[in-house]
């Protein structure tokens, strides 16, 4: 399988197309990382250095890659965050391109937007475009429950709300959502849930809830969902995998204090998890 990867990229911790492309490739996939930043951290520390690439810059390296003549050979086109309009224009030309030489080729999008408690973090215009242009061309979706909600125009409390929201956005395009960070009514205050929806079936996990906030996460998540996905297209087995392998790196970086995602260190968890979790069909 080979995924072209269209995210932000740090040179320092693990965010963005440095969180995915080794999850990745830990996994034996075969990823082309086109960046859409180059960043000394992530913006998260509340400084940084380096650049942010146009639209124009996107494009160019998908012309380079598309003249090497392999794109046929693109199983996936995987993205995150979006820092401006004409980046998202370029990663909907990237899938174009890609499905031109590869009809089979999937799409997955995360489509972040924002969280509880932090809001809307994106860009103005960014929200809509998601909704409105990117969401009916792909076929993968791994919103966050705050990112459904608004994707779908609707609050949800319950599983049930959720579950008709999950609806409504599948409505519009991805056959495949996974949402993650959800808490619902029903949701033990010392845990979290992800929802995973395919053909009208839904498979809920319920994890322990840590006690850290680290960025890089959604990245991984997303990364790791497509990855077991792809070759059986199970959203069941590829929540299960996904899941167990977050957690793990999660509760390693917690118990080593660590402000940055030990990606590298726990990279054992991305294989062969130290702890799984029961999947529930609801």
């Not at 996939?29 to 942010?52: A, D, I």
């Not at 999950?166 to 029903?186: H, Y």
Request: charge should be negative.
């Amino acid at each position: 399988m080979s995924v072209l990867s269209i995210q932000s990229h740090v040179a320092y911790g693990h965010v963005g197309n440095s969180s995915a492309v080794f999850a990745l490739q830990r996994l034996g996939t075969e990823v082309w990382p086109v960046h859409t930043v180059q960043f000394s951290n992530h913006t998260g520390y509340g400084s940084w250095k380096g650049r942010v690439f146009d639209g124009a810059s996107i494009d160019e390296v998908l012309e380079g890659i598309d003249e090497r003549g392999v794109l046929g050979g693109c199983t996936a086109v995987l993205s995150g965050y979006l820092g401006s309009a004409d980046i998202g224009q370029a990663v909907l030309g990237a899938v174009a391109r890609v499905r031109a030489a590869n009809p089979g080729a999937v799409y997955c999008c995360d489509p972040v937007i924002g969280d509880v408690g932090r809001g809307v973090f994106v860009r103005p215009g960014i929200e809509e475009l998601l909704r409105d242009v990117v969401l009916p061309v792909a076929d993968v979706l791994t919103p966050n429950h705050f990112e459904l909600d608004l994707l779908a125009g609707t609050t949800t409390t319950s599983l049930a709300a959720v579950k008709d929201a999950v609806a409504s956005v599948q409505e519009r395009g991805p056959g495949t959502v996974l949402t993650t960070s959800l808490v619902t009514d029903d949701t033990p205050d010392d845990a979290v849930d992800l929802l995973a929806s395919q053909d009208g079936r839904h498979w809920r996990i319920r994890t322990p809830k840590l006690g850290l906030s680290v960025n890089g996460a959604g990245d991984a998540t997303a990364a790791l969902f497509l990855a077991h996905w792809l070759p059986e297209r199970s959203a069941a087995d590829a929540l299960a995998a996904a899941t167990a392998s977050v957690w793990g790196l999660l509760a390693r970086t917690e118990e080593a204090g660590s402000r940055e995602i030990l990606l590298v260190a726990a990279q054992e968890e991305l294989v062969r998890p130290g702890r799984t979790f029961e999947v529930e069909e609801v």
